[in-house]
């Protein structure tokens, strides 16, 4: 499934074992938690799956089109609870919203026209520096989740994509979480901050994305405890499939639009595909972003959702 064919970290012996179980069960675990309104005010993050999966099409939900349009700085609408630190690297449970707590977040609580592009990077560098340039010649932040062993591996690339927007947590080295015990799958999300904070010199709390987007409420609680909000996405671009499975600039561009909403986060992917070598996230940028605008969208990073 999604970055283990990347991945580099796993034995053949160990991927083969998760490869069934990934593909199988795992896209079932965290479905019953199904995310409800978080405010009385801020009717959103309802979305039919906690998380879509790879070949389900996006919760394209149809946007109420109310809001003005989006700038980069746009105060989020949590309701009346939330928190007033996070990106000083202090947040710790208490600081999360409680609507933020005890499930996966798959889209921004707000009515405005904002979204929020995220990349994931755990397998390796390519496309990065095609991705910063065109964010940068765009002006448009984006947050990007990154392994422990990724920031090590490129630690000027995470330095480069930290500052390019928010960094998050994407555990140490890629594994199934639900698969570990507790003292393991902690040490995952707990090595993979020093490692970022060492790296990068900044925290990537509270933002934490799962590993192939698997987690139960075991996972979800820790990751909780620890100061962090689990965040999903609203919309998968598939891209990380490659042309070789018959993906294009054309197709990523086609769902995220599909899935337009306010609030919406785009899962996207830095690195190239394994064997075809295509980049088709970072080609797709520019087309993205350029779509969204024409939709009347603007983009925040992820600390839009406790600041
Ligand atoms: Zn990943």
Not at 148 to 176: C, E, I, K, Q, W
Not at 194 to 208: M, Y
Not at 252 to 272: D, F, N, Q, Y
């Amino acid at each position: 499934m999604r970055t283990l064919m990347r991945g580099t970290s796993f034995t053949a012996l160990t991927a083969a074992v998760l490869l069934t179980v990934a593909c199988g069960a795992s896209s079932q675990i965290s479905a019953g938690s199904t995310i409800s309104s978080a405010t009385a005010a801020s009717p959103v993050i309802s979305s039919p799956t906690a998380r879509p999966s790879p070949g389900q099409s996006a919760a394209s939900a149809s946007a109420p089109m109310t809001s003005a349009t989006a700038t980069t700085s746009v105060t989020p609408a949590t309701g009346s609870s939330k928190p007033s630190a996070s990106s000083s690297g202090t947040a710790s449970s208490a600081t999360i919203p409680p609507s933020l707590r005890g499930r996966v977040i798959s889209r921004i609580p707000t009515s405005r026209r904002i979204v929020a592009l995220t990349f994931d990077a755990g397998a390796n560098g390519d496309g990065v520096d095609a991705i910063l340039r065109t964010l940068a010649r765009e002006r448009v932040p984006a947050t990007f989740f990154l392994t422990g062993r990724f920031a090590d591996s490129y630690p000027t690339l995470a330095r480069r994509m930290s500052a390019a927007g928010r960094l998050g947590n994407h555990s140490v080295n890629h594994p199934h979480l639900p698969l570990l015990t507790d003292a393991r799958m902690q040490a995952q999300i707990t090595g993979a901050e020093t490692t970022l904070r060492r790296v990068t010199g900044k925290n990537p709390r509270p933002l934490f994305r799962f590993p192939f987007g698997d987690s139960t409420p075991r996972e979800i609680r820790r990751v909780d405890a620890l100061g962090y909000v689990a965040v999903g996405w609203t919309v998968d671009t598939l891209g990380w499939q490659g042309t070789s499975g018959g993906r294009s600039t054309a197709s990523v561009l086609r769902r995220v639009l599909a899935a337009k909403t306010p609030g919406e986060i785009v899962l996207m992917h830095v690195g190239s595909h394994p064997t075809d070598h295509s980049t088709l996230d970072a080609n797709a940028v520019p087309q993205v972003i350029s779509g969204l605008r024409a939709a009347g969208y603007g983009f925040v990073t992820l600390d839009t959702l406790v600041h």
